[in-house]
């Protein structure tokens, strides 16, 4: 999945303004609670866990208008916990994100 989403770009830029150091900012915290979510789905050991990262990423995914993202854990969210694609999934749009 390469990373492409014009509408979580626009969002950041939108709430950055002109400003290179926020942008910055906004991406980093992204970043940061994308990882966090990610770190607390593989170590879901139980339906509720699973239940609650993955809701947790939707909000952010949300928040941030990241489409892409959303639609990875609405996905989560339908399947079994620990499903292994799906976290292949959300952490190959991690790693597509960090990269641009």
């Known amino acids: 999945m390469v990373y492409e989403n014009g509408s979580f770009d626009a969002t950041l830029a939108a709430a950055a303004g002109d400003d290179p150091a ?8 992204f970043a940061e609670s994308l990882e966090r979510q990610i770190d607390l789905l593989k170590r879901s050991r139980c339906d509720a ?11 952010i995914a949300a928040s941030f208008h990241a489409d892409q993202l959303l639609a990875l854990a609405n996905e ?3 399947t079994v916990p620990g499903e292994p694609t799906v976290i292949r999934r959300i952490e190959k749009f991690y790693a597509d994100f ?3």
């Open 49 to 59: 866990n699973w239940i609650m990262a993955a809701h947790r990423l939707k909000g």
């Open 22 to 29: 926020l942008l910055a900012e906004l991406r980093g915290a």
């Open 98 to 100: 960090s990269s641009s």
């Open 76 to 78: 989560a969210i339908e």
